[in-house]
C-alpha cells in the first residue's frame, strides 16, 4: 500500500485502536464510525480531498485521539459535570458541619469567659466593702481601744500561734503594732502574716526589730498602713479554696483558647498551601480534558468552553473563599472544594 498522508495514517491507527471498521480497497480509505458515519478518503489525495476529510473528522476526533463519536464526547462531559457537582454538595455539607462546630466552641468559649468574669466580680464585690470595715487602718498615734483588744502581753511579742491572737470578733490583731498603740486587725492568719512580714520583718517566726532597716528607705505612715491594708485584703481574698477553683478555671479557659487559636492557624497555613498546589493541579487537568475533547489546535470550541466554564466555576469559588472569608472558614471552604484534585 502507498504510504498516506500523516493525517490519514493517524485516523486509521485511532480508528483501529478504538475498534472502529477501516477498510482500505480500492485506492481508497473507509472509516466506519459507530453512529454510522462513514469517513472517507484516496490513498493519495490532493490538497483539498485531504481538508475536507480533517474537517469531516474534528467530531470525531480521528486524527488527534483516542477517537469517539460526538454524543460519547457529550457523554464523558456531562459525566465530569456530574462528578463534580456532587463533590460539591459534599464539600458544602462538610463546610457546614465545621462552621456548626466551630461556632459551638466559640459559644461554649464565651460562656466560660462570662462565667469567669463573673465570678472575679463577685469576689471582688464581696472583698471590698467587709475587708474595709473588718481591717481598720490607724496610724502610730492612736490609742489602743480597751473594749474589743486586750491588754497587752509582751510575752506575745514575737509568738507564730494565731489562735493568741484572735478577737472575739473572729479577726486577728498584731501584737507588735498593739505595743506601739496601734490596732491593726486581718481577717485571717495569712493577711496578718503578710503583714508582719512586711511591717515587722518577720519571717518564719524571726523577729527582727520593728524599727526599719539601716538599708531600707522608711515609707510615710499613711502610704504604708495602705501598702499594708491591700497586701492583706489580696491575701485574705487568694487564700481560699474557692478562689483557687476560679483561678485555676481561668487558667483552663485561656489554655483552651490558646490551643484551638494554635490549631486554627497551622490549619489555615498548611490548607493554603494545599490550595495552592490543589489549584495548580487543576489548571494541568483543564489543559489535559481540553487537549483530549476538542484536539491540540482548539477543535470542538463549544464543548471546550462549557468544560472551562465548569472549572472556571470552581476556581472563582475559591478565589472568592480566600478573598471574602474570615481565615478560618475559608481554609475549611477551599480544603473541601480542592480535595477532590488532590488526589487526582
Known amino acids: 500500500m502507498a504510504r498516506v498522508p500523516a493525517p490519514v495514517e493517524a485516523a486509521i491507527q485511532n480508528a483501529r485502536a478504538a475498534d472502529w471498521n477501516v477498510s482500505i480497497r480500492n485506492e481508497k480509505v473507509l472509516i466506519q464510525a459507530p453512529d454510522g458515519k462513514k469517513l472517507t478518503i484516496g490513498i493519495r489525495p490532493n490538497d483539498e480531498s485531504l481538508k475536507h476529510f480533517i474537517r469531516e473528522t474534528k467530531p470525531y476526533n480521528l486524527i488527534d485521539g483516542p477517537a469517539r463519536t460526538p454524543a460519547e464526547a457529550e457523554a464523558l462531559l456531562k459525566e465530569?459535570?456530574?462528578e463534580a457537582r456532587k463533590k460539591a454538595e459534599e464539600a458544602?455539607?462538610?463546610r457546614a458541619a465545621y462552621e456548626a462546630e466551630q461556632a459551638r466552641k466559640k459559644a461554649?468559649?464565651?460562656a466560660a469567659a462570662a462565667k469567669a468574669a463573673a465570678a472575679i466580680a463577685n469576689g471582688l464585690k464581696t472583698q471590698t466593702k467587709p475587708q474595709e470595715a473588718a481591717i481598720p487602718v490607724q496610724t502610730a498615734s492612736s490609742k489602743v481601744s480597751k473594749n474589743s483588744f486586750p491588754e497587752f502581753d509582751k510575752a506575745l511579742m514575737g509568738t507564730m500561734d494565731y489562735s493568741k491572737l484572735q478577737l472575739p470578733n473572729g479577726s486577728y490583731?498584731?501584737?507588735e503594732c498593739l505595743s506601739e498603740g496601734i490596732e491593726f486587725t486581718a481577717r485571717k492568719p495569712q493577711g496578718l502574716a503578710t503583714h508582719r512580714g512586711f511591717r515587722h520583718q518577720m519571717y518564719q517566726g524571726e523577729?527582727?526589730?520593728?524599727?526599719?532597716?539601716?538599708?531600707r528607705v522608711a515609707l510615710p505612715g499613711d502610704i504604708q498602713d495602705a501598702v499594708e491594708l491591700l497586701r492583706s485584703v489580696i491575701a485574705d481574698h487568694m487564700g481560699t479554696a474557692d478562689d483557687s477553683a476560679k483561678v485555676a478555671e481561668?487558667?483552663?479557659?485561656?489554655?483552651g483558647l490558646r490551643e484551638d487559636l494554635a490549631k486554627a492557624d497551622a490549619d489555615y497555613r498548611a490548607l493554603k498551601k494545599s490550595s495552592?498546589?490543589?489549584l495548580e493541579a487543576a489548571k494541568v487537568k483543564i489543559h489535559q480534558l481540553t487537549e483530549e475533547l476538542t484536539g491540540k489546535e482548539g477543535r470542538q470550541r463549544a464543548e471546550t468552553e462549557s468544560l472551562m466554564k465548569s472549572f472556571q466555576g470552581l476556581l472563582k469559588q475559591i478565589s472568592d473563599?480566600?478573598?471574602?472569608?474570615?481565615p478560618v472558614k475559608a481554609v475549611a471552604q477551599v480544603d473541601e472544594l480542592v480535595a477532590p484534585y488532590l488526589k487526582s
Open 80 to 82: 465530569a459535570e456530574e
Open 92 to 94: 458544602n455539607k462538610k
Open 108 to 110: 461554649e468559649a464565651e
Open 173 to 175: 490583731y498584731c501584737i
Open 207 to 215: 523577729n527582727v526589730t520593728s524599727s526599719p532597716q539601716t538599708d
Open 250 to 255: 481561668l487558667e483552663a479557659v485561656v489554655k
Open 276 to 278: 495552592d498546589e490543589a
Open 321 to 326: 473563599t480566600v478573598n471574602n472569608l474570615a
